[in-house]
């Protein structure tokens, strides 16, 4: 038995702690607030704020964990390298998590030392700099903080008098402390994807079927497997996602994400060194094993014979219309349950804010069978169910 502390509490991380207690882990959940998703479901629970350092030393001396798995970008990751040195396991490393968590490091990393097709970017710390930046690559450019997290602080900006306003809300959207921003060339891709890559501490690297997703805002909003791809661009995808994986080192699951252009091919957008919220879609039975489960055999070096794509899969967000610190409540989750070949995924977060995300429709079907009625299904069930 490992005893595994977990930063970031969130539905993500409830889906590994109960993947983790299946195989009789012992976990620990931390997060900056209480009641988070995780801390229903792990041995252990803290609060705290992990960007603070000398909190997460303490809690770290506190527990003596086997394994640190990052699940957020709010965390003090430099200290990451400090217990990799006195031989706790970071996931997938803390190279990974350092340069992930940072738009800056994982863009240049893919760009320019491993040479991966990527829009044309610049960096700005400034308003004055934005500007330049915008200018040089021309509009409509994509302005975004470098470290945030399900879209927030991203901005789409159309024209040169929409910069002060994309400025102050990356400022706002960002996590951590870092105060600059990248203006990414904006790419007409027909389709983005996905691809659930798995590393692991002996054997190759494993591809899950790719992920098609739809997002609103930069964040997540349906998500469907298999996504269709020209069996070329895939291999292209294939190899970008090995090739930035084996080069940040560690054994874990990754969410490469990719657009696709018909006719400019596949450019790398950005990584993430944990389950994606887009791959929930495995929750579904898509395959034979979850992204969760994935993730966690890969952490403890547990084989993965293979990964095999059993079914077709939606999902669908269920989003909260209301703020409240009072606990939520559903209705229409009785009528989403009796559609056939569904599953209604309840977080179990504590409160309620505009937007949030607070539950998932799963449905599935036969391999072959219509994708974009199955995507409407989703869609339609996660109608039925309202947050009050």
């Not at 957008?269 to 055999?297: C, I, K, W, Y």
């Amino acid at each position: 038995m490992k005893k595994i502390l977990l930063l970031g509490s969130g539905e993500l991380g409830k889906e590994f702690v109960i993947a983790a207690k299946r195989k009789g882990q012992r976990v620990v959940a931390c997060d900056s607030y209480a009641g988070a998703p995780a801390m229903q479901v792990a041995d252990e629970c803290e609060v705290f704020d992990m960007l603070d350092g000398d909190e997460l030393d303490r809690i770290v001396r506190k527990h003596h964990p086997d394994i640190i798995v990052p699940e957020i970008e709010a965390i003090r990751t430099e200290r990451l390298y400090d217990y990799e040195t006195q031989g706790i396991q970071v996931v997938p490393s803390a190279r990974a998590v350092n340069y992930t968590m940072n738009r800056k490091a994982i863009r240049d990393l893919a760009a320019k030392e491993l040479g991966l097709k990527t829009a044309k970017y610049f960096y700005a710390k400034n308003l004055d700099e934005l500007k330049a930046a915008a200018a040089e690559i021309g509009f409509p450019c994509v302005v975004k903080p470098l470290m945030s997290s399900s879209g927030k602080g991203q901005t789409t900006v159309k024209t040169a008098d929409e910069l002060d306003g994309a400025w102050e809300y990356a400022c706002h959207g960002s996590r951590g402390d870092i105060a600059e921003v990248i203006v990414e060339e904006f790419i007409q891709f027909d389709s983005e994807i996905t691809l659930l890559t798995v590393t692991q501490k002996e054997g190759p690297t494993l591809f899950c079927a790719p992920i098609g997703h739809v997002q609103k805002g930069g964040d997540y909003r349906e998500s469907f497997q298999p996504a269709h791809i020209d069996h070329a661009h895939l291999m292209e995808a294939e190899a970008m996602a090995e090739k930035v994986t084996r080069a940040l080192t560690g054994a874990g699951i990754w969410g490469v994400e990719f657009f696709l252009s018909h006719e400019k091919g596949v450019y790398f957008s950005e990584l993430s060194p944990r389950p994606h919220d887009t791959g929930m879609v495995t929750l579904a039975r898509t395959q034979n094993l979850n992204e969760f489960e994935l993730h966690l055999r890969a952490v403890l070096g547990i084989p993965i014979p293979s990964i095999k794509l059993e079914r077709m899969g939606a999902s669908a967000v269920v989003l909260s219309p209301i703020a409240s610190q009072d606990e939520p409540r559903y209705r229409g989750v009785e009528e989403a349950m009796s559609e056939e070949n569904t599953y209604v995924r309840i977080f179990g977060k504590p409160t309620t804010r505009i937007n949030r995300r607070m539950g998932v429709v799963l449905c599935y079907a036969p391999l072959g069978a219509d994708l974009e009625a199955l995507r409407n299904k989703a869609k339609a069930v996660a109608a039925k169910v309202e947050v009050y």
